[in-house]
């Protein structure tokens, strides 16, 4: 029995020092390389962007609409103009 608890440590000292192996290349304790920083720049700049396209589109399709709603009343007002030549 004493031995396995000796296999035992080993095996959770092993594991232990791989996970803290693990977070310490994962996370760098807050650590961040240049690459990465530019990375997260161009990223914040590209959805920055990517929202003014989207205000833009949006406000497009609101232009659009208002257009697609004047030009459908004057076809109305000819249709009920051409009535109107028509009974005259």
Request: charged letters at 25%; proline letters at 1%.
């Amino acid at each position: 029995m004493a031995g396995d608890s000796g296999w035992w440590l080993v095996t959770v000292a092993v594991v232990v020092t791989g996970l803290v192996d693990y977070f310490i290349r994962r996370w760098r304790f807050g650590m961040v390389t240049p690459r990465e920083l530019e990375l997260e720049k161009q990223v914040a700049a590209l959805r920055q962007e990517i929202a003014g396209m989207q205000e833009q589109l949006y406000e497009s399709a609101r232009r659009e609409s208002a257009a697609l709603l004047q030009v459908s009343e004057l076809r109305e007002t000819v249709q009920n103009l051409m009535i109107e030549l028509e009974s005259v």
